[in-house]
């Protein structure tokens, strides 16, 4: 006979999304926190940012206000989606978006991601975040696609 888990040991499957401020991130969000419904699961929202770098080893001003411009991005995203009844925890990272994503998914249950962000070619089916982690994620990854 298999010995049975204890429930009050069990952690809820973790469901992590990409934030960036863009429309299709508030999709991914809002289809994280759907999921997360049905199987009782946790949403981990994660942003992240960065300071513009003119050299190596030269950073430019006060990383403060780029953090809270960050955070402000990931509030907002959330205050746009109905999340009653699912924890969503926010997170903040700095450094290279699909990177922190992918740090973040290991352990998740899913990993959340619009199929196009706020830079680059607009013309791509997918951007390039959303490509990393399709490649290289360590869980079972969904890309939302943009509302036509």
């Known amino acids: 006979m298999t010995p049975q888990r204890s429930d009050t040991n069990h952690s809820p ?10 429309g299709t991130a508030i999709e991914a969000l809002r289809w994280a926190v ?13 942003c992240a940012w960065h300071q513009a770098f003119v050299a190596p080893t030269h950073i430019l001003g006060d ?10 991005l990931l509030d907002s995203a959330i205050d746009e989606v109905d999340t009653s009844g699912v924890t969503v925890d926010r997170k903040l990272r700095t450094g290279n978006a699909s990177q922190a994503l992918l740090h ?39 890309i939302v696609p943009a509302t036509p």
């Not at 499957?13 to 863009?22: A, F, N, W």
């Not at 699961?41 to 994660?46: F, G, I, P």
């Not at 990383?63 to 402000?72: I, L, T, Y």
């Open 63 to 72: 990383p403060a206000p780029f953090e809270r411009d960050a955070m402000q």
């Open 104 to 142: 973040e998914a290991k352990g998740a249950a899913l990993l959340v991601v619009g199929s196009r962000g706020r830079g680059g070619f607009t013309g791509l089916l997918l951007g390039s975040v959303s490509q990393q982690v399709a490649h290289h994620a360590p869980c079972p990854v969904v």
């Open 34 to 46: 759907d999921e997360a419904r049905r199987r009782n699961a946790t949403v981990e929202a994660v």
């Open 13 to 22: 499957e973790r469901i992590v999304v990409g934030i960036d401020g863009s």
